[in-house]
């Protein structure tokens, strides 16, 4: 069983930046895929981008294309998501996923996902 604890989240102000961190501990999860999603109040879970088990591949939605980064440090077993340029349609609750081994991704409906952290806030005010 593996557990993942989000962390990073907070309110910032439109044009700022937040990093958000994604823990994992009960197994390396270095041999699997993962991402981050989120949830808005009224609206559907939205993918937000993911990363191959290499670390070598990663997918944007196109809405944050260009302003988030999503990178992963094995030795720690923690994903990130580097979050710029934040604007008010970004709040949400964010969270990680674990997904599959050896996979290059996580499939934007979330369906590839193995395991779900409890999500951080993230809130952008205009």
């Known amino acids: 069983q593996v557990q993942l604890v989000e962390s990073g989240g907070g309110s910032v102000q439109a044009g700022g930046s937040l990093r958000l961190s994604c823990t994992a501990s009960?197994?390396?999860?270095?041999?699997?895929?993962m991402g981050w999603f989120r949830h808005a109040p009224g609206t559907e879970r939205d993918f937000v981008a993911d990363?191959?088990?290499?670390?070598?591949?990663?997918f944007y939605d196109d809405s944050v294309k260009g302003r988030f980064t999503i990178s992963r440090d094995k030795a720690k077993n923690t994903l990130y998501l580097q979050m710029s340029a934040l604007k008010p349609e970004d709040t949400a609750v964010y969270y990680c996923?674990?997904?599959?081994?050896?996979?290059?991704?996580?499939?934007?409906?979330?369906?590839?996902?193995?395991?779900w952290g409890k999500g951080t806030l993230v809130t952008v005010s205009s």
């Open positions: 990363i191959g088990w290499t670390g070598g591949t990663t």
């Open positions: 996923a674990v997904c599959q081994q050896y996979r290059l991704g996580c499939g934007r409906d979330g369906g590839g996902a193995t395991y």
């Open positions: 009960g197994r390396t999860i270095s041999s699997y895929s």
